[in-house]
């Protein structure tokens, strides 16, 4: 049975108006609270866009915005929401190099404390001149075990032709999400999709005619770095997003759709939506409009370059019963197959990640160690005909193709006694909860453990995957649609909840519905073998 939820504390909610106040005023009035914000060159810097906050630790975290010009940012905290005593931090010079985009690292934080921010936008020739500021809040992390973790995970957003629709009150899942008041998200890739047109409107099957907020980047297939950039500002259009990024921080991660359905290095397209062809060229170009858009620790957007600096990789430490191990599934995989081949050193994570991540579980003294996957482990994903686009590829023999390298690090887990690891994913567009066991399967030489899938956020939902025997998977819980791509008016959206008690240490994974429904609780126990 799930438990009881806190609600969002009046604290929060007081502070969180003022957050919203500039983006509103800012709308157009034809569009309301979904059209673009307005960006009229005259007067003061604005950041429109919102606020939004990513990969905060117990004692530091990145403060994110987007100004309208030149500017400089700015960013004060503060213990309490009336500022009355604050600590300035330095952010850097925003310009068309970074699509006036920018973020401020912010350190020696107090842990397990909220945080009050406000970003102010200052004239870079006249420093008093000044915009209005934008405010926010966080949560870091605990430095006590005792005062827990809980956050929610989801992924695919605004996928297969399904945007932000005003007639049903646009992205509603993220003020489902807000209410909840968690630690933090985990935004589990496919943030947006570039691939995927967004048109006035689309008539579903049985009349009813689903309408989209449109813009000139979500008209064609993204290919210049513009129209990438334009693909992440279409999210921050609606006002359930921007007010659950000023309210809680997240950390992300990228799949395919950041950049093309499917992709991998080297690809050479013959889709004729495309004139660059070249698959590194668009990944490079994703890649920096992503580090740009996103609070990442590991990423830098460089004024000028050609791609972001730095890895997606990383592991996010959250107190002492929490770390999250952000894999990136995409960089550094070989080239989708039909994964048959009886050696495969590359795989889906590539030598240089999968020793990091061996490494680094390794060297984790959390209670629980979250792989938070943008690809799951054992459904399969179909590349077309012949060609597989996870791990899995079907066969449920011995591992294959990219199931070697998975087969490794399951095999190191386990012989290196590393307790508490469990595998989140979205990607699939249907939620479920999978129980691997070495009984079960073809390969034995690892430890039981649980995948847990859910999503999509604000995309078309599609059948359950098949499952792969080679790790002996088990289908505990499934919700997935009949038929493919049925739109957010025709089936629930969905995200996860992890609920890590302090005093047990007892981990319950909840797969949540839109609409307030949990779906399926579980009940980890922490140092157990084999849940």
Request: with cysteine.
């Amino acid at each position: 049975m799930s438990q009881p939820t806190p609600g969002l504390s009046p604290a929060r909610r007081t502070v969180l108006r003022g957050s919203l106040a500039a983006p509103a005023a800012a709308l157009s009035a034809a569009g309301g609270a979904f059209a673009s914000p307005a960006f009229a060159l005259s007067g003061r810097p604005t950041a429109a866009w919102g606020v939004q906050t990513g990969d905060v630790t117990a004692h530091s975290g990145l403060v994110w915005v987007r100004s309208d010009r030149p500017a400089r940012m700015i960013v004060e905290t503060s213990a309490g929401e009336s500022f009355r005593r604050v600590r300035r931090h330095h952010g850097p010079l925003l310009g068309p190099g970074t699509d006036f985009t920018g973020t401020a690292a912010l350190r020696d934080l107090p842990a397990g404390e909220q945080i009050h921010y406000r970003v102010t936008l200052a004239d870079p020739d006249d420093p008093r001149r000044t915009g209005e500021p934008v405010v926010g809040t966080f949560r870091t992390a605990p430095a006590r075990r005792r005062d827990g973790v809980r956050f929610l995970w989801s992924g695919d957003i605004a996928g297969q032709g399904w945007g932000i629709n005003p007639d049903i009150g646009g992205f509603r899942a993220y003020e489902e999400m807000r209410g909840l008041d968690p630690d933090f998200f985990l935004c589990s890739g496919d943030t947006i999709y570039a691939d995927g047109v967004i048109q006035p409107s689309v008539t579903l099957p049985d009349g009813r005619v689903w309408r989209n907020v449109t813009t000139p980047e979500k008209s064609k297939v993204a290919e210049t770095l513009d129209e990438y950039r334009g693909n992440f500002r279409y999210n921050l259009l609606d006002q359930h997003v921007r007010a659950f990024n000023a309210q809680v921080p997240s950390i992300v991660q990228w799949d395919d759709h950041e950049v093309r359905n499917n992709w991998y290095p080297g690809q050479i397209l013959d889709d004729v939506r495309y004139t660059e062809k070249n698959i590194d060229v668009l990944a490079a170009r994703a890649s920096r409009a992503f580090a740009e858009y996103f609070p990442v620790s590991t990423l830098h957007a460089r004024a000028g370059g050609t791609r972001s600096e730095g890895r997606m990789h990383r592991v996010v430490r959250y107190g002492p019963l929490l770390d999250v191990f952000v894999l990136d599934m995409r960089s550094y995989r070989d080239a989708n197959s039909p994964g048959r081949q009886a050696d495969d050193t590359v795989g889906i994570l590539g030598t240089e990640q999968s020793e990091w991540l061996k490494r680094e579980l390794s060297r984790s003294r959390a209670v629980w160690k979250v792989l938070a996957a943008d690809m799951p482990l054992g459904l399969v994903v179909p590349d077309g005909a012949t060609d597989f686009e996870a791990v899995a590829q079907g066969d449920p023999g011995a591992p294959l193709g990219r199931e070697l390298q998975i087969a490794e690090l399951l095999r190191f887990i386990k012989h290196r006694r590393i307790t508490g690891t469990l595998w989140l994913t979205a990607d699939v567009h249907h939620t479920s909860a999978q129980h691997y066991a070495p009984e079960r399967a073809a390969f034995q030489d690892f430890a039981p453990f649980w995948e847990f899938v859910s999503g999509p956020l604000a995309a078309g939902g599609f059948p359950a995957s098949r499952l792969d025997a080679t790790f002996g998977p088990e289908r505990v819980f499934v919700r997935a649609p009949e038929r493919a791509n049925l739109s957010p008016m025709e089936s629930p959206q969905y995200f996860g909840e992890v609920d890590i008690d302090g005093d047990s240490g007892e981990l319950t994974v909840r797969l949540r519905a839109e609409g307030g429904t949990v779906l399926f609780s579980q009940v980890l126990v922490p140092g157990r073998v084999g849940q």
